[in-house]
């Protein structure tokens, strides 16, 4: 099984590229690869750029990562209620590929995570009611609310017990739907 975890950050110290990473981790027998947005860095999508160069071939190389996986994790920060810019322009030029939807009906667990109690859950409603129309299979949601006080950034995992034990189970539930699609 192949597994993509995308942070939908460019920050260097990403609560959400942290979250992501540990989720990857708690897959058995698969490969992981976290997803780091700045190689995908982009002009800002125009209409105009896009009729006068085209697709950028960053947005090519981003969907066919998505492409090679069999399970999406992405977390996303939440800015101002939505998306960072970054993934906002990343997600804009990948729509505009032809014939394909952004995320290709792979099975998502669609996750964010900040320093407040909400956790980006202005994000995650955002997110779930976008994906779908752009082939979003989102199975499961997740969100840890206080990120400095239930991520301990030293073993680089969930340090509160209930949050852990949910973000497990989700894993799993995700983790046997792609196992019965393989077979």
């Known amino acids: 099984m192949k597994v993509l975890a995308i942070a939908g950050s460019n920050s260097d110290a990403s609560m959400n ?12 027998n698969a490969e992981a690869e976290v997803v780091d947005l700045n190689p995908f860095e982009m002009p800002i999508y125009k209409h105009e750029r896009e009729l006068a160069g085209g697709i950028p071939q960053e947005a090519h190389d981003f969907a066919s990562k ?3 996986a069999n399970v999406l994790l992405v977390s996303l920060p939440e800015h101002n209620g939505t998306y960072s810019t970054a993934f906002k322009n990343v997600f804009d030029w990948v729509s505009r590929i032809k014939d394909r939807t952004v995320w290709n009906e792979v099975p998502m667990l669609l996750m964010s995570t ?31 609310p206080f990120f400095n006080d239930n991520f301990d950034k030293a ?25 019965i699609l393989e077979k």
């Open 114 to 144: 900040a320093p407040g109690a909400r956790g980006g859950a202005g994000v995650l409603e955002a997110a779930s009611k976008r994906f779908p129309f752009h082939g979003g299979n989102i199975v499961e949601t997740f969100s840890l």
């Open 155 to 179: 073993v680089q995992k969930i340090s509160n017990e209930e949050k852990d034990s949910e973000l497990k189970d989700k894993i799993k539930k995700i983790a046997a739907i792609e196992t």
């Open 66 to 68: 998505i492409d090679g």
């Open 17 to 28: 590229r942290q979250l992501v990473a540990y989720a990857s981790s708690l897959f058995e």
